[in-house]
């Protein structure tokens, strides 16, 4: 591997800091309009509930499932163009959201918006992995309080506007803001050391990960962990239709998740720097547990069924959080994070779409249909749980074994 950048390397804990603060700008662009792309487009009158779940499941997708190509490619050729480029293509597809509400327009949209999302996410968390070393748990814990930070604003200024009668000014600050980052990032990520490996071949990267059972079924029992982040853009819109809430209880349902997270993710992931494999699969396991439950208390009619249940999915997430990308570093061979990290990604795009899906599918009336949503939510969370318990004990199990 080859070292490509142009300085001498900034200390590691600036590199974290500077990749978190094009974090919270993009995040608050993104916060300003995806969690209520949902509520204008049913309001707008030019979309369905199955068309929001196809918008959702869509951008999931290519947000989530290119993940592995891009992660790739950054080993290969390196983060930082993954992550400037990502960030500009995003600035266009907000662009074209704010242009228009139609929903060939806004699939369009979206479909660029995942890619450069994917694009950006594969970039900088690569670059974190590379500088962490041995404070990766906080490391990658304060990158998702830095999207939180914007979480916890966003939603609430997207509904102000909205309710004031500018449903397009949100995704035109969008836009202003990832143009912002684009340029941040192309200027704070230079004295970053990127890595690269120009003689990795590409489907050996790909197959490499595939022949990992262990690191396979570890991804397949994440995905009822992402099923229920993804919850918070897929069923609560929809949810809030049905319940007859307002676009400010959307608001404040992210805002509160955003807080959560910004509050405990930081001390949660300092606690979990040094914590072995098989600790950090049964914390895992914990938060699909919780998420579990959370589900099951949203089959509580109105306001405070949905308000609870999705804030103990918030806490099932502060597991994900602190765990998910680091046992993948863990797991990866030298010169395959960003292979690793992206397959990752992928489980994020499966639990991602498949709440899309059956959100739209289920959601589009009251009555037995929302019932059979969050049981089914609940099962897959409890499914999820006994598999990562049951792998914990397994790693576990192996570690005493060796000791």
């Known amino acids: 591997m080859t070292a490509t950048a142009a300085a001498p390397p900034v200390p590691m804990r600036r590199a974290v800091l500077t990749i978190s603060a ?21 309001r707008s009158g030019t979309m369905s509930a199955a068309d929001v779940g196809l918008l959702v499941a869509t951008h999931a997708l290519f947000r989530r499932a290119f993940s592995i190509p891009l992660g790739i490619a950054c080993d290969r050729w390196g983060a930082r163009p993954m992550l400037v480029g990502g960030l500009f293509a995003e600035t266009v597809a907000y662009g074209l959201l704010a242009s228009g509400t139609s929903f060939p327009l806004w699939l369009g949209a979206l479909v660029l918006d995942g890619l450069g999302g994917a694009a950006y996410n594969a970039g900088a968390r690569l670059l974190l992995a590379r500088v962490a070393q041995g404070n990766a748990a906080s490391s990658f814990a304060g990158f998702y309080i830095a999207t939180n930070l914007g979480a916890l604003f966003g ?86 239709e049905l319940r007859d809430l307002s676009a400010y209880d959307v608001a404040v349902v992210n805002a509160l998740n955003a807080l959560v997270v910004v509050a405990f993710g930081g001390v949660v992931g300092r606690r979990a720097d040094g914590w072995s494999l098989a600790a950090r699969l049964k914390v895992l396991a914990i938060g699909s547990l919780t998420m579990s439950a959370g589900s099951l208390v949203c089959l509580v009619p109105g306001r405070p069924g949905l308000y609870g249940g999705l804030l103990l999915v918030t806490v099932g997430e502060l597991a994900l959080i602190t765990a998910a990308d680091v046992v993948a570093v863990q797991l990866a061979p030298p010169g395959e994070t960003g292979a690793y990290l992206g397959y990752v990604t992928f489980a994020w795009a499966v639990g991602g779409v498949a709440a899309g899906m059956l959100a739209g599918r289920l959601l589009d009336v009251p009555g037995s249909g929302t019932t059979l949503f969050w049981l089914i939510s609940a099962a897959l969370g409890l499914a999820g749980a006994a598999a990562l318990l049951r792998r914990s004990v397994r790693v576990g199990g192996a570690a005493h074994g060796t000791a």
């Open 22 to 42: 094009t974090r919270v700008v993009t995040s608050l662009g993104f916060y300003l309009s995806i969690p209520m792309l949902g509520v204008i487009a049913l």
């Open 155 to 240: 939603p609430l200024a997207a509904a102000a506007l909205s309710g004031a009668g500018h449903p397009a000014l949100p995704l035109a600050l969008s836009a202003g803001a990832y143009g912002i980052s684009t340029v941040a990032g192309f200027l704070v990520t230079r004295r970053i050391a990127d890595e690269t490996n120009p003689g990795a071949r590409f489907g050996k990267a790909v197959l490499a990960p595939l022949r990992h059972r262990s690191f396979m079924g570890y991804c397949a029992s994440t995905v009822p962990l992402w099923f229920g982040i993804s919850l918070l853009v897929s069923a609560l819109p929809l949810e809030a």
